[in-house]
């Protein structure tokens, strides 16, 4: 099980940013995954989570309205796109799935003037 994780960087409040993660080694198409993110101290935090099929999707209350999660069963992928990014926004972004229990790297966004 893998998960890669990019689209990170730096940002100005307001801004925008699209993660992506590329998941292998296990059914994808059939998996609920999620978006967690992570700042120092701090305990992960479940960002965003959708169904195989993306019918049944949860959002974080800071982030609702603001990010949205969305997948590629095609490519083994899913995506979170984030808009009006906040300073607070700011942490390592992660992908999971919720029947493994393996971790990516990790993806850093910094949201700063």
């Known amino acids: 099980v893998q998960f890669v994780e990019s689209g990170g960087g730096l940002v100005q409040p307001g801004g925008s940013l699209r993660l992506s993660c590329a998941a292998s080694g296990f059914t994808f198409s059939s998996s609920t995954m999620s978006w967690y993110r992570q700042t120092p101290g701090k305990e992960r935090e479940l960002v965003a989570r959708m169904n195989s099929v993306g019918t049944n999707l949860y959002y974080a209350n800071s982030v609702e309205g603001r990010f949205t999660i969305s997948r590629d069963n095609a490519k083994n992928t899913v995506y979170l796109q984030m808009n009006s990014l906040k300073p607070e926004d700011t942490a390592v972004y992660y992908c999971?799935?919720?029947?493994?229990?393996?971790w990516g790297q990790g993806t850093q966004v910094t949201v700063s003037s």
């Open positions: 999971k799935a919720l029947s493994k229990s393996e």
